[in-house]
């Protein structure tokens, strides 16, 4: 079967570091995922790991371990913009694009 | 480019009643997803098409529910008879490639079954 894992929700201050963690089982593996999503929006592609190791895009930064089926999204300097939902999603084994999504953490960035 | 566009952007029907979601893919793409959203069971892939041929549509809950997609340009899910249970936003994705790409997905088409 496949499994994909993420906390719920997550609350965090503006301006500090959060991490989102994700782990998966799936039936092989393709590549790694992660979107946003505002409330009442479509997700919105922000990053992509298919190899082991830290991909860096601004103030986002995403992390992937093969072995260990674990990934995380790392946000610094959060910006009230920031709170959204934030989905994982996996591509599993052959070439076909068809993602499985986790069910999504919500995060609250505070004054 | 105008992205996906899908349509209708809302929708509210009684039980029983046929309903017809419509997607336009981004010009070039050739792979088309339908995804499901709920709160509790969060984005469920439906069924997802490679020009125009349904590869896998494994997501699809149950015979009421079904797609087409007669050109590269337009794609239709349609449920016959609604039920409550299929109150959800439905979201159309496209991509270019199955390779590295990721989707693009549509602003969503949210459904009320009454």
């Known amino acids: 079967g496949q499994n994909i894992d993420q906390p719920t929700e997550m609350t965090a201050t503006e301006g500090a570091i959060v991490q989102i963690n994700c782990t998966y089982q799936?039936?092989?593996?393709?590549?790694l995922f992660w979107y946003q999503q505002h409330a009442g929006e479509a997700p919105t592609f922000l990053s992509y790991n298919v190899l082991d190791g830290l991909e860096e895009k601004g103030r986002f930064s995403s992390f992937l371990s093969r072995s260990k089926g674990y990934s995380y999204l790392l946000l610094k300097e959060l910006q009230m913009k920031d709170s959204a939902s934030y989905l994982c999603a996996v591509r599993g084994s052959g070439n076909t694009g068809k993602l499985i999504f986790g069910q999504g953490t919500t995060l609250q960035v505070k004054p | 480019d105008a992205g996906v566009i899908q349509s209708p952007r809302h929708e509210v029907t009684e039980m029983g009643q046929e309903v017809t979601l419509r997607c336009k893919p981004i010009?070039?793409?050739?792979?088309l997803f339908w995804y499901r959203q709920t709160m509790m069971r969060g984005l469920e892939l439906l069924i997802y098409f490679n020009n125009n041929v349904p590869i896998d549509d494994s997501g699809m809950p149950e015979d009421r529910f079904s797609a087409k997609m007669p050109n590269a340009s337009f794609s239709t899910l349609k449920i016959q008879p609604s039920e409550p249970r299929d109150s959800a936003v439905y979201f159309c994705?496209?991509?270019?490639?199955?390779?590295?790409?990721?989707?693009?997905f549509g602003a969503g088409s949210r459904l009320t079954v009454l």
């Open positions: 799936t039936s092989g593996f393709n590549g």
């Open positions: 010009s070039g793409h050739d792979y």
């Open positions: 994705a496209s991509s270019l490639i199955a390779g590295d790409i990721w989707l693009t």
